[in-house]
C-alpha cells in the first residue's frame, strides 16, 4: 500500500472530510489504494474520488459520488484537470456529523477538502 503524498482534514457543520492524495500508475493500483481506504475510515459515509493516470501518451480520468448527492466525484476530477495532475488520485472520505449539507453544500465542502488538499501540494 503505497503511502499518501498529502493529506488534510476539513471539517465542515460537524461533518469530517479526510481528503487524501496518492500516486497511481493504474486502475489495478488505485483500486487496492481505494479498498485501504475504504478499510482504514470504515464510520465514512461515502469515499467520494478521482484519479488520472497516464499510460502511452493517453490519459485516462474516472470518478465516483459514492451514492453522495451532488457530483462531488466530478468536483474533483475537474481540479485535477484544472492542475494537470497525472498518476494522481484523490480520495475524500466524509464522517457524516449529524447535520445535512445539501447538494450544493456537500459537492462545495467535498471540493474544499479537495482544493486544501492540493494546496499543500
Known sequence: ??????????VEKKSKFYA??????????FQAIL???RRRYKKAVHHCWAYRIESDGKIQEASKDD???GHPGKAI????RRRDLRN?????????GGVKLGVGGVTRAFR??????LERE
Open 1 to 10: 500500500m503505497p503511502s499518501p503524498l498529502n493529506s488534510i482534514l476539513y
Open 20 to 29: 487524501y492524495l496518492y500516486e497511481a500508475g493504474s486502475d489495478a493500483e
Open 35 to 37: 479498498k485501504e481506504q
Open 67 to 69: 451514492g453522495e448527492v
Open 77 to 80: 476530477l475537474e481540479l485535477m
Open 88 to 96: 494522481r488520485a484523490i480520495i475524500v472520505s466524509r464522517v457524516f
Open 112 to 117: 474544499t477538502a479537495a482544493e486544501g488538499l
